[in-house]
């Protein structure tokens, strides 16, 4: 239905950045909410921060005043800037749709690892 590519992950020193993109087959507007989740080691999936039709953002505690989410609409993209990487937000970070008619969408995810 949706495919979702992301990309952007890698290895980041603590205190470096990281942008993550997620890449949508077609246009972003007829997604109610875009947003990026993560799941470390032997932990539940979370939400790190989302964006909805209206532009409104929503982000978890842990990433306010470090991370940013936005989107491209002319390149169907949503990204979300992460600064002042620290090891705990080592994770898999996950790129995720809901369209208007209910469906949730997943992209396949990228590795972000913060070390020294």
């Known amino acids: 239905q949706v495919q979702l590519v992301e990309s952007g992950g890698g290895l980041a020193q603590p205190g470096g950045s990281l942008r993550l993109s997620c890449a949508a087959s077609g246009s972003i507007l007829r997604f109610a909410v875009m947003g990026w989740y993560r799941q470390a080691p032997g932990k539940q999936r979370e939400l790190v921060a989302s964006i909805g039709s209206s532009g409104s953002t929503n982000y978890a505690d842990s990433a306010k005043g470090r991370f940013t989410i936005s989107r491209d609409n002319a390149k169907n993209t949503v990204y979300l800037q992460m600064d002042s990487l620290k090891p705990e937000n080592t994770a898999v970070y996950y790129c995720?749709?809901?369209?208007?008619?209910?469906?949730?969408?997943w992209g396949r995810g990228t590795q972000v690892t913060v070390s020294a």
């Open positions: 995720n749709v809901k369209l208007w008619g209910g469906a949730d969408c």
